[in-house]
């Protein structure tokens, strides 16, 4: 078992699940939730389960799941640069006919870390 106060003092798991974090937050609340998760995430691989493209944005690395597999992996910047879910989704979800690489601007800044491959 994990708790919040043993991840603040180093302690916890080297792996860390977050399923749908912050899906029924709002966005003051979410905030907030997202700068904690910041600290117990540090130093740690850490997979979330996000439907929130701002949250999938800001991951090191994204996986797009559907249809009973997995359809793209990437991060944010190179999934809008092909054609595919993540970037009709993306473009979905700033409006229509805009520019998919230039919304990648209008996206949140705190980072959301993400499985790490190993080399």
């Known amino acids: 078992m ?3 106060a043993a ?8 792996i860390l699940i977050l399923d749908e974090a912050t899906a029924s937050l709002d966005l003051a ?3 907030k939730v997202r700068a904690a998760v910041d600290v117990l995430t540090a130093g740690r691989t850490t997979i979330v389960v996000a439907h929130r ?5 800001n991951a090191d690395l994204v ?20 054609e595919g879910p993540y970037r009709d ?9 805009a520019d998919p690489v230039a919304a990648d601007d209008a996206q949140p800044t705190e980072p959301v870390r993400a499985p790490q491959t190993a080399t």
Not at 66 to 75: F, H, R
Not at 89 to 97: I, S
Request: without cysteine; negative net charge.
């Open 2 to 4: 994990f708790t919040p």
């Open 7 to 14: 991840g603040m003092r180093g302690e916890g798991p080297d």
């Open 29 to 31: 609340t979410e905030a």
């Open 53 to 57: 493209l701002a949250t999938a944005a």
């Open 63 to 82: 996986a797009v799941v559907g249809a009973g597999g997995l359809l793209q992996v990437g991060t944010h910047t190179a999934l809008l640069a092909e």
């Open 89 to 97: 989704l993306w473009a979905a979800y700033v409006g229509d006919g």
